[in-house]
């Protein structure tokens, strides 16, 4: 029922700057708590963030200061701003949905940074 379609990986150079979206049908949008999450070759999936449905974000310490989580209620829509973009920041992206006690993950979107 719930679904969450992202787009807006690719293809960057160090230090350039990157969005991703994530599409959400399904549910009502506005009061889900929204994560994203990113997985790097041979490490764990890790968290970067969330935004509540009320609008307050969190962030990792590893991204903190360079990327930004934001929501669009009205398009059932989360983004994630990526600034300062390093070549560690090299991995697949995924947004996460949490609705009534179960968890909706987007199909991942591919971000490289690289020269």
């Known amino acids: 029922q719930v679904q969450l379609v992202e787009s807006g990986g690719g293809l960057v150079q160090p230090g350039g700057s990157l969005t991703l979206s994530c599409k959400v049908s399904?549910?009502?949008?506005?009061?889900?708590?929204m994560d994203w999450h990113r997985q790097a070759p041979g490490k764990e999936r890790e968290i970067l963030g969330f935004?509540?449905?009320?609008?307050?974000?969190f962030y990792a310490n590893s991204v903190k200061g360079r990327f930004t989580i934001s929501r669009d209620n009205t398009w059932n829509t989360v983004y994630l701003q990526m600034d300062s973009l390093k070549p560690e920041d090299t991995a697949v992206y995924y947004c996460?949905?949490?609705?009534?006690?179960?968890?909706?993950w987007g199909q991942g979107t591919p971000v490289t940074v690289s020269s």
């Open positions: 935004i509540t449905g009320g609008g307050r974000t």
């Open positions: 996460k949905a949490n609705y009534e006690s179960q968890q909706y």
């Open positions: 399904g549910g009502d949008f506005s009061i889900y708590t």
